[in-house]
Structure formats: structure tokens, C-alpha cells
């Protein structure tokens, strides 16, 4: 199985800070990569598939990069609808494998 | 906008059975791959089962393969998941989750319904 791995597991930060999360997968899976955001008590939403591609009504703030074992996401200025936790996944092959999650706080 | 509605969810003593059922609409059920992804309480996500495109072809995290079934219906455009011995660490919201393209194999998912809370407890 693959294992992702999430860092960091959580990230203080203000609004209009830049963050960056990174999900490293245990084997290369090419560009095979999703990204969700979760708020409490919600469902995830999807944000960005094939390591780099922004979803449909997705805001451009948020971008994904990366290819082979070593994948980001970056919110170039926090806005307050990002304060959540937020997911990698695999999409190579089964069965598919999520990171642990970054929680996004509010500094 | 398409809609996955799960129900089914409940109380159930370890070593029980549950049957869950995710009723989807505003989209072509029979041509998109289908998830079963659970979430325990306060824990992340974890990927539990699905079906690959409309082959027919199954898949199971190893921690429920041999215990749960899943199966759908495209006429009734129903994703079900039998899930038997239940274990107090199968205790989550379980979430139906859509494919993000009609293609066999493994995907990301662009829809997920609400969520059904299953609770394996004595």
C-alpha cells in the first residue's frame, strides 16, 4: 500500500499569509494526486486533482505542484474560509490512501 | 448539482450488522466509479471501499476486506455497503464519495454526501 504523509500537522497563521503544506507518498505515483478541504462537521470539498489541477470554483489563491513522491499546496494569502483541515490523496492505485491532514488554525 | 444522500447509520453492538445506502441523483450513476470513505471521530480520512467505473470491479481496505460488502444498484442509482462483524474501531461517519472521471480505476472524488454516523459500542 502507499503510505502519504502530511507536515506539518498543523499550521498557525493570519490572514493574507502564504501557506504551504506537503504530502510525500511512500513510492512515486506520478502526478496522481487530489487535495480536499474539511471544516468541522462538514464533508470534504475537493480542491485539486492530478497534483495540480484547480477544481472548478476552486479560488485561484490555491495552487498544487509536485510530481513523483514529493507534492504542495500552497494558499498564497489566507483569506477566513480557509481556516480548516486539509487532505492529500492518492490516486494511482488501490487502495487508495489518504496523508493524516494539516490543520489550518488562526494565529 | 449532483446530490449523495447516505442513511442507515445507527447503534449497533460489536459483532453486528449494518447495512448503509447512498441514493444518488443529477448525474449518470452507471458511468462513474463509486467510494465508501469513513471518518473516526476526530481522526482522519481513510478509504474503504469502492467500485471501479461500471465493470463491476470491487475494491476493500484491507482493515474491513472479508466484513464488508459493497454493491450498487444503477437503476436505482443506490451504492450500498453491508458491513457484518462490526468492530468498536469501525465506529465513524461513513461518507459516499463520486469519482471525478468516468474511468476505470483509481480516482479522486468531486462529491461526497453528508455522512452517515455508525457507532459500534455494547
Known amino acids: 500500500d502507499i503510505q502519504m504523509t502530511q507536515s506539518p500537522s498543523s499550521v498557525s497563521a493570519s490572514v493574507g499569509d502564504r501557506v504551504t503544506i506537503t504530502c510525500r507518498a511512500s513510492q512515486g505515483i506520478s502526478s496522481w494526486l487530489a487535495w480536499y478541504q474539511q471544516k468541522p462537521g462538514k464533508a470534504p470539498k475537493f480542491l485539486i486533482y492530478a497534483a495540480s489541477s484547480l477544481q472548478s470554483g476552486v479560488p485561484s489563491r490555491i495552487s498544487g505542484s509536485g510530481s513523483g513522491t514529493d507534492f504542495t499546496l500552497t494558499i498564497s494569502s489566507l483569506q477566513p474560509e480557509d481556516f480548516a483541515t486539509y487532505y492529500c490523496?492518492?490516486?494511482?492505485?488501490?487502495?487508495?490512501?489518504f496523508g493524516g491532514g494539516t490543520k489550518v488554525e488562526i494565529k | 448539482e449532483v446530490q449523495l444522500l447516505e442513511s442507515g447509520g445507527g447503534l449497533v453492538q460489536p459483532g453486528g450488522s449494518l447495512r448503509l445506502s447512498c441514493v444518488a441523483s443529477?448525474?449518470?450513476?452507471?458511468?462513474?466509479?463509486m467510494s465508501w470513505v469513513r471518518q473516526a471521530p476526530g481522526k482522519g480520512l481513510e478509504w474503504v471501499s469502492g467500485?471501479?467505473?461500471?465493470?463491476?470491479?470491487?475494491y476493500y481496505a484491507d482493515s474491513v476486506k472479508g466484513r464488508f460488502t459493497i454493491s450498487r444498484d444503477n437503476s436505482k442509482e443506490t451504492l450500498s455497503l453491508q458491513m457484518t462483524s462490526l468492530r468498536a474501531e469501525d465506529t465513524a461517519v461513513y461518507y459516499c464519495a463520486k469519482s471525478n472521471l468516468p474511468i476505470v480505476g483509481a480516482t479522486a472524488f468531486d462529491y461526497w454526501g453528508q455522512g452517515t454516523l455508525v457507532t459500534v459500542s455494547s
Open positions: 490523496q492518492q490516486t494511482n492505485s488501490f487502495p487508495l490512501t
Open positions: 467500485f471501479s467505473g461500471n465493470t463491476g470491479s470491487t
Open positions: 443529477r448525474f449518470d450513476f452507471s458511468e462513474y466509479g
